[in-house]
């Protein structure tokens, strides 16, 4: 589809109107040419002059499609200290402004996230019991030897520990088959988000706003400028999309990146309901007790797993809480906006996942009966699709996209790419920015179908259908 281009450079005062001008900038669009009037301060040519209007604002297409956006290209100097806005605090995007402070670069964090960081790094704990699940990621396991190095740190932290737990397949009656494996599994020793919380605990280089939705993007002479709702929320030298979905989309589709905002939109993401429940006795599972089951051939179930065996195997008298995952076939016929679930909606799904769990155990229906139980929606789980690439990032533009979908579905891939997004803007930043295309990556590769199990990929667990290996790497 077509993109055009727009040149932002700063200046100190107005240009006056004046028809000799009126080309100095060109917009390319496909094989067609589109000037803009340098005297409207980036209104298009034709449209309302505004002389109060600042100069370098990307002007408004009147076409909403993101696609026919203006691409904004950057010419001021990178300044000896930038300042990098990171938007999204999940995995990925901690772990790019660790690695950016690494290399002595400032950035903000701009989360969502009510209760923590973390994004699907997430443990819920119900403080009134105690009850505590693991409501997202369940385990990760180890390939690279760059994220090998952050879970040794964990394990030397007491942050993590391996999964030992007996983990394996279920059908329906309770036939439980024990599932090899060939790599260690990882799981946090109080659950997934102290993992989340950690990664900037001994940063000084990086702030943290939260709960703050970025709303808008404005390249405003030569920084960006973020906003929540009309709040200005800082001005930047570059940026970073570390999440994904919806909310990502429409925030880019009129930033002036279209390049970013296409390969976002390519991205094809399933939809899973979570159920957590707490049972006062322990739940009946066949001879063979699990901590961990992969669950097949039930639409409303595809896993299960027993956070209290799995987090506090050396107690013993506690509630057993268990979270439970539906099939993305599921999730996808029973998605609402996960933001305001009816409340027949949230009975009906709870209903359809016990029943699944029921049969999955082999039990009569009816006989599971929580004291305590909740359901969530990820709208936007994990991808289904993938570019392959540990990153993205347009020079032109100063901003680029980090998260595990772009290598897979795990906390491995969210790591590396957050990591190689920083390093790689790093070396942009140190370059000065005088040959930009030089470090485009990542703008127009292709996505292929995803592998791995509902839930996300396993390295070294034998029924995983892995995906392809990355053909471009970032620095």
């Not at 100063?398 to 803007?425: F, K, P, Q, T, Y």
Request: proline share 7%.
């Amino acid at each position: 589809m077509a993109s055009k281009t727009l040149i932002l450079q700063p200046l100190l005062f107005p240009i006056p109107r004046n028809p000799n001008l009126h080309k100095a900038l060109t917009l390319t669009c496909s094989q067609k040419s589109y000037s803009m009037d340098a005297g409207l301060g980036g209104g298009g040519g034709g449209g309302r002059r505004n002389p109060r209007k600042k100069y370098g604002t990307s002007r408004r297409s009147k076409i909403k499609k993101s696609f026919s956006q203006e691409q904004i290209v950057f010419t001021t100097p990178i300044p000896s200290d930038p300042t990098v806005a990171v938007i999204g605090g999940g995995m990925s995007g901690l772990i790019c402004a660790s690695a950016l402070e690494e290399r002595g670069i400032r950035s903000t964090v701009f989360d969502t996230g009510m209760h923590g960081l973390g994004g699907r790094m997430g443990t819920r704990t119900v403080n009134d019991q105690p009850l505590v699940f693991d409501h997202a990621a369940q385990f990760f396991t180890v390939s690279d030897p760059r994220f090998q190095k952050f879970v040794d740190r964990w394990l030397e932290e007491g942050l993590v520990r391996e999964w030992k737990g007996l983990l394996g397949e279920l059908e329906a009656g309770g036939h439980f088959v024990p599932m090899p494996y060939s790599s260690a599994r990882y799981i946090g020793v109080k659950g997934m988000r102290p993992l989340a919380d950690s990664v900037l605990r001994k940063n000084h280089r990086v702030n943290v706003v939260r709960p703050c939705w970025i709303s808008k993007l404005e390249p405003i002479n030569g920084k960006w400028h973020l906003s929540e709702n009309g709040k200005p929320q800082g001005q930047f030298d570059a940026i970073v999309v570390a999440h994904n979905g919806k909310c990502a989309n429409r925030l880019l589709s009129s930033s002036g990146l279209p390049l970013l905002t296409r390969q976002m939109k390519s991205l094809e993401l399933s939809a899973i309901w979570a159920l957590l429940a707490a049972f006062k006795d322990p739940v009946p599972v066949p001879q063979t007790a699990f901590e961990g089951a992969f669950v097949k051939g039930i639409d409303s179930i595809s896993w299960m797993a027993n956070n209290t065996s799995k987090l506090f195997p050396s107690q013993n008298g506690m509630p057993q809480c268990w979270t439970f995952f539906s099939s993305a076939a599921y999730g996808k016929r029973n998605k609402v906006p996960q933001e305001n679930i009816p409340n027949i909606t949230a009975e009906r799904v709870k209903s359809d996942m016990i029943a699944g769990v029921e049969i999955a155990l082999g039990l009569s229906k009816g006989s599971l009966q929580p004291f305590y139980s909740r359901v969530q929606l990820w709208g936007a789980a994990l991808p289904t699709n993938t570019p392959a690439i540990p990153c993205i990032f347009d020079p032109h533009g100063r901003a680029g996209i980090c998260g595990d979908w772009l290598l897979g579905a795990s906390v491995e891939a969210a790591v590396i790419s957050g990591m190689s997004l920083a390093n790689h803007m790093a070396d942009y930043f140190q370059s000065g920015g005088e040959q930009p295309d030089e470090f485009s990556i990542g703008l127009h590769e292709t996505f292929t179908a995803l592998g791995g199990h509902d839930i996300g990929q396993f390295h070294g667990i034998e029924s995983e259908i892995k995906v392809l290996e990355p053909q471009t790497t970032c620095s």
